[in-house]
């Protein structure tokens, strides 16, 4: 368990199957997709690098996300449900130098539980960002967390996670942080 306050310069977000074929059948999909849309925003305004995966056959990530994400990031096509099975992927996360990977997307109980423990077992510290994942069923996105928990991933939510980045009020980011929380 850590007590420290996590550091912009150690973290990256990961950004798991937002898919056009799946995301409709999410569970409260417009907030998760609402989530993960501010946080690929806020990555961009505190220099954070992203990543994204998509699964096979399941279309390429929903338009409003992908105008949120960095310029020029192609979603890595995988088919192994833990990112971490698909060896670009794994290359390109020890390629960032950060020890600490912030998940969002779906689904909360199949890819992002997997992709979170093959990086806890890879060494890294992992948040998942709770209201930035969900599941066809509600019962299995709470399923997810509490194994995570257990499993020793840190459940965040988007506005607790960029607060704690930001910090302090005072910072040259804040007032262009401040819409995505208001």
């Given at each position: 368990m850590t007590h420290a306050l996590t550091r912009p310069e150690d973290c990256a977000l990961i950004v798991i199957d937002v898919q056009e074929k799946l995301l409709p059948v999410i569970d409260g999909h417009g907030a998760v997709l609402a989530n993960c849309q501010r946080l690929a925003r806020f990555a961009g305004l505190m220099d954070l690098p992203v990543l994204a995966c998509r699964q096979r056959?399941?279309?390429?990530?929903?338009?409003?996300?992908?105008?949120?994400?960095?310029?020029?990031?192609?979603?890595?096509?995988?088919?192994?449900?833990?990112?971490?099975?698909?060896?670009?992927?794994?290359?390109?996360?020890?390629?960032?130098?950060?020890?600490t990977l912030v998940l969002v997307g779906i689904e909360a109980h199949i890819c992002v539980m997997q992709t979170a423990l093959g990086a806890l077992a890879a060494g890294y510290a992992v948040q998942v960002v709770a209201d930035a994942v969900g599941s066809r069923a509600a019962?299995?996105?709470?399923?997810?967390?509490?194994?995570?928990?257990?499993a020793g991933a840190l459940i965040t939510s988007a506005e607790m996670f960029i607060y704690e980045l930001l910090q302090r009020a005072d910072r040259p980011e804040f007032a262009q942080v401040l819409p995505l929380v208001k």
């Open positions: 056959k399941l279309g390429q990530i929903v338009a409003p996300l992908a105008q949120a994400l960095p310029p020029g990031l192609e979603a890595m096509e995988k088919t192994s449900f833990d990112c971490f099975g698909l060896e670009p992927f794994a290359g390109a996360v020890a390629g960032l130098g950060r020890r019962g299995n996105h709470a399923l997810a967390l509490e194994r995570l928990r257990q």
